[in-house]
């Protein structure tokens, strides 16, 4: 199996920050690497796909990159709303594992 | 509107069986593939299913193998998940999702509110 290992595990940041999840996989996935956002009590939401991809209606200031074993997913500024948990997800191989999860303080 | 809308969790015995289903609209499965994922209480994701459009292609992580089957009912346009053998360490938040293209090896852009099962005595 694939392993996909995010950093750090949990972070705290502020409102207009600049914050970098990164997400490491085990072997090469190309760019098969997906991030997932989810809130309290909420299913997950996608927010890139294909390491790259901002999904339609996903505010512009997320963006991903990378390819083969290291991507990261960026915030470029902060907003209240984003604070969540964030994972990555490999889908070149099943299982499609899942990293185990950032997640975004106050 | 595409949605999801998942069905049939609840409590059950260890060794007990269920079935979930996830009704999909706004949408038809003849035409993405669809998969099953988990989230243990305090836990993270954890991918279980997927099937591909055609329905020909399926895939199980290890430790569901054998004991839960995915499919789909067309005419429904409803995903199924079944599951049996339960034991305490299925207990989960269970999401279907719908991938982004027909093959199984897509990101997952739509997702339902879960269902609970709780394996218990």
């Known amino acids: 199996d694939i392993q996909m290992t995010q950093s750090p595990s949990s972070l705290s940041a502020s409102v207009g920050d600049r914050v970098t999840v990164t997400c490491r996989a085990s072997?090469?996935?190309?760019?098969?690497l997906h991030w997932y956002q989810q809130k309290p009590g909420k299913a997950p939401k996608l927010l890139i796909y294909a390491a790259s991809s901002l999904q339609t209606g996903v505010p512009s200031r997320f963006s991903g990159s990378g390819s083969r074993t290291d991507f990261t997913l960026t915030v470029s500024s902060l907003q209240p709303e984003d604070f969540a948990t964030y994972y990555c997800q490999q889908s070149d191989s099943t299982p499609y594992t899942f990293g185990q999860g950032t997640r975004l303080e106050i | 509107e595409v949605q999801l809308l998942e069905s049939g969790g609840g409590l059950v015995q260890p060794g007990g069986s269920l079935r979930l289903s996830c009704a999909a609209s706004g949408f038809t499965l003849r035409t993405y593939a669809m998969t099953w994922i988990r989230q243990a209480p305090g836990g993270g994701l954890k991918w279980l299913s997927s099937i591909n459009a055609n329905g020909v292609a399926t895939h199980y992580t290890d430790s569901v193998k054998g004991r839960f089957t995915i499919s789909r009912d067309i005419s429904k346009n409803t995903l199924y998940l079944q599951m049996n053998s339960l034991t305490t360490d299925d207990t989960a938040i269970y999401y279907c999702?719908?991938?982004?293209?027909?093959?199984?090896?897509?990101?997952?852009?739509?997702w339902g509110q879960g269902t609970t099962v709780t394996v218990s005595s």
């Open positions: 072997q090469n996935i190309g760019t098969s």
């Open positions: 999702a719908k991938t982004r293209r027909a093959a199984t090896n897509y990101a997952m852009d739509v």
